[in-house]
């Protein structure tokens, strides 16, 4: 999986500095390879809504924009690929790695 961590929004709530075409070149290019498993792009923050559950298990719901880190997750692709250097091989390529950062990280298999 290719967590895409932006640095910052841009004022349309998009990575700054990545451009649509930027990212529609890059799905095309994941798509057409046969790697493309799913993938998403997040709305905007301002749509998020946390929950916790406190220690006497209530639930507990805060709206909005409160994030507890400077990077924003706004998007996943997860791709169908041989190995951990083809995975970072396509990260590098992600728009999103210019202004930001992409975290791989494989998906949890638990024995179908």
Do not use: Q
Not at 48 to 65: K, L, N, Q, S, Y
Not at 93 to 101: E, V
Request: aromatic fraction near 6%.
């Amino acid at each position: 999986m290719l967590l895409i961590m932006a640095d910052a929004a841009d004022e349309n709530g998009g990575a700054a500095g990545c451009t649509v075409e930027d990212w529609t070149a890059y799905d095309k290019e994941v798509r057409e390879a046969g790697i493309m498993v799913s993938g998403e792009s997040l709305a905007d923050l301002v749509t998020a809504t946390a929950v916790r559950v406190d220690e006497d298990g209530r639930r507990i719901v805060t709206d909005g924009p409160f994030a507890e880190t400077r990077e924003l997750l706004g998007g996943f692709y997860v791709i169908d690929v041989p190995d951990l250097d083809a995975a970072l091989d396509w990260a590098a390529r992600c728009p999103g790695a210019r202004d930001g950062s992409i975290v791989v990280r494989p998906v949890a298999d638990f024995g179908a």
